[in-house]
């Protein structure tokens, strides 16, 4: 009389696979002899083995379904785990693996690459945003089989090697028996089919190479390294399958006049001596307007005046950052008679022909001290 399979699992004959394995796994796990030590758990624990092992199998399940045994009257008996269908299915039990189970065919269609292009940008192009047009070569959809990739009026056919399994199963003996490993089908390559008229325009990959131009939009305020991610414009995937993103990566060139530290500017400018000394006005051109900058008399190098609300707006959020006018004063290196007669007679009336005191650059803690409550 033939084995009833679904009962040793315990599931209806209509189960679906996924309930089998569940069904399995639990018994397997309250069943094993590491775990149960009752005198007929390791009976029982073969018999839930060897329904698993027939259940799993489409067309060993098909036999039972038909009335019949796979393993004839009594054939299946066996000493030790002979019928247990390999270490896979311990190690599907145990922690949800599927070394022995058989895990089906991979799709062909699958998700495309993203893509990655470099934007070269101007200071205030970066900073007030802009519209760019770039060009990519990318992986696009082919037109001839829409990413089928088979010729027109052809279809993929079940492979002859694994029959549509994408796996191709082998037995060998080991100290547990007869242990069962499953490998990705070296014909198909796990997919289950193959193409015999592959498309003539991509070659079978259901995508080919086109160079196509993307229009970008460029928010105000993006730096230097920042990234735009632009949804599905990155590579199609096998098969035909949904494109991934792709990324534009701004590269900000470097300014003659304006360096940039986050949302900050910052600019030199350099004023002769006298200027400095007698203070002047000055017109700087900045990024969008042109601003008046009044030096001080007196002025030494190293002030650092700042202009509100002069540099990169924000990028996420409102507002501007400011523009720093660093003041570098430039002492003449060339004196013609007149000019050099002209400051002696300026040292003289200033009492600085000769300075009476030198002081050193830094000096200890004490001694910036003593100097600042001496008013020096």
């Known amino acids: 009389m033939p084995t009833d399979y679904y009962s040793a699992l315990g599931v209806r004959q209509d189960a679906t696979a996924e309930e089998i394995k569940r069904a399995y796994r639990k018994l397997a796990r309250d069943l094993h002899p590491d775990v149960n030590p009752e005198p007929d758990a390791q009976e029982r624990f073969r018999e ?32 030790g785990f002979s019928n247990f ?15 022995g189970a058989s895990r089906g065919p991979r799709t062909r269609v699958r998700q495309g690459a993203d893509a990655l292009i470099r934007l070269d940008l101007d200071l205030a192009e970066a900073a007030f945003g802009t519209t760019e047009e770039i060009t990519v070569d990318t992986a696009i959809r082919c037109d001839l089989c829409s990413g089928a990739g088979t010729a027109p009026g052809t279809h993929p056919a079940t492979c002859e090697t694994c029959h549509g399994r994408g796996e191709v199963q082998s037995v060998q003996r080991s100290f547990l028996g007869q242990v069962m490993t499953s490998r990705v089908c070296p014909t198909c390559g796990g997919l289950g089919s193959v193409i015999p008229e592959p498309c003539s325009k991509c070659g079978g990959d259901g995508r080919v190479r086109s160079r196509r131009t993307v229009g970008v939009k460029i928010p105000a305020g993006v730096e230097d390294g920042m990234r735009i991610r632009l949804t599905g414009q990155g590579e199609v995937g096998p098969g035909g399958g949904p494109p991934g993103d792709l990324y534009v990566e701004i590269s900000e060139r470097p300014h003659d006049i304006f360096t940039r530290q986050g949302e900050d500017l910052h ?65 003449p290196t060339k004196l013609d008679e007149e000019q050099e007669l002209l400051l002696r007679q300026l040292a003289a009336a200033r009492g600085e022909e000769r300075p009476s005191s030198t002081r050193a650059v830094g000096g200890s803690l004490f001694s910036r001290m003593r100097d600042a409550f001496n008013g020096r």
């Open 48 to 79: 839930v083995s060897r329904a698993y092992e027939v259940l799993s199998d489409p067309q060993k399940r098909q036999i039972v379904d038909l009335g019949g045994d796979p393993y004839g009257n009594g054939n299946a008996a066996g000493a």
């Open 85 to 99: 269908g390999g270490l896979g299915d311990i190690m599907d039990a145990f922690f949800g693996g599927s070394t």
């Open 267 to 331: 600019c030199r400018v350099t004023l002769p001596m006298t200027a400095a000394a007698l203070g002047t006005s000055l017109t700087l051109k900045t990024l969008d307007s042109e601003e008046e900058i009044v030096i001080p008399a007196g002025s030494q190098s190293g002030t650092v005046q700042r202009l509100r609300a002069r540099g990169v707006p924000r990028l996420r959020g409102t507002g501007r950052g400011d523009l720093h006018v660093h003041i570098e004063v430039l002492t």
